[in-house]
């Protein structure tokens, strides 16, 4: 079992930066690829960005790429999640959440889920 808490989420400017983290405990943190995830009102959970367990393969949706970033340290127990050049669009609630599978974009695929944090990008 893995409980994932994030934290770093809050209201910023469009063309602003939030580094938003998810701090992991109880199974080994290092077994697990780790992704990111958001939710919109009225709209379905969208991948946003994945990592590998070493942190040597990322991934992004197209709508996030070149302007997120996603990093783990596995010796924190923590992965993050980068966001620069914010939109209103990127206003959602984030999850992170761990998974043993390596397609990353598939929410069926993961396991754990954490709470969430809200990200509010005002215009």
């Known amino acids: 079992q893995v409980q994932l808490v994030e934290s770093g989420g809050g209201l910023v400017q469009a063309g602003g930066s939030l580094r938003v983290s998810c701090l992991a405990s109880?199974?080994?943190?290092?077994?697990?690829?780790m992704g990111w995830f958001r939710q919109a009102p009225g709209k379905e959970r969208e991948f946003v960005a994945g990592i590998s367990w070493s942190g040597s393969s990322t991934y992004y949706a197209d709508s996030v790429k070149g302007r997120f970033t996603i990093s783990r340290d596995n010796a924190k127990n923590t992965v993050f999640l980068q966001m620069s050049s914010l939109k209103p669009e990127d206003t959602a609630v984030y999850y992170c959440?761990?998974?043993?599978?390596?397609?990353?974009?598939?929410?069926?695929?993961?396991?754990?889920w954490g709470q969430g944090t809200q990200v509010t990008v005002s215009s």
């Open positions: 109880g199974d080994t943190f290092s077994n697990y690829g």
């Open positions: 959440a761990a998974t043993r599978y390596i397609t990353y974009y598939l929410p069926s695929n993961y396991a754990y």
